[in-house]
């Protein structure tokens, strides 16, 4: 639960061990490291889990809150294990661009990544959708919000990746869960 001092969810130690993995190796990491949530319940009877893998994706912040309580804290989920890619080693998350883009008025949360590899460097091209007033405009001021999308996008995800702008209604929508990926690495 989370205190007056909204510094995280406090996870009451004493009945669940919290840890943080790296998704990929299973290695236990350090305190204020992103990576993936795994509970052990200790108190939990009849249907005992042993490291249990939760697939979301946060920080846990072992440092006393401003409350009192020494219980550790876990940090929003960022995401989960099974949407994080590795380009050009940095972790990236789709829901990191859409928030991106949410923030944006010109732009739509319809967006898709496309990951390659081109002479053995991971590439990511976004396709995002924009609203259709601003498709009416110049070349030139299409121009600068593609730009801007390009710093934004950088500015977040901490790697560069090219934007093209597409129309709206041009990225396939799907009943279930939407495909924002694109991965073309995965065939070779
Ligand atoms: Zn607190």
Known sequence: MECHCQKGMH???D???PEIINPESGEVLPYGELGELVFTPATKEAMPLIRYRTRDLTRLHAEPCECGRTLVRME????RSDDMLIIRGVNVFPSQVESVLLEMSETRPHYLLVVD???NLDTLEIRVEIEEQFFSD???ELEGLRKRIKANI???LGISATIRLVEPGTIERSMGKAQRVIDNRRRL
């Open 154 to 156: 950088a500015s977040t």
């Open 15 to 17: 009945h669940f061990i």
């Open 76 to 79: 929003k989920c960022v995401g």
């Open 11 to 13: 996870i009451f130690e």
């Open 138 to 140: 110049e070349v030139k």
């Open 117 to 119: 590899r081109e002479n």
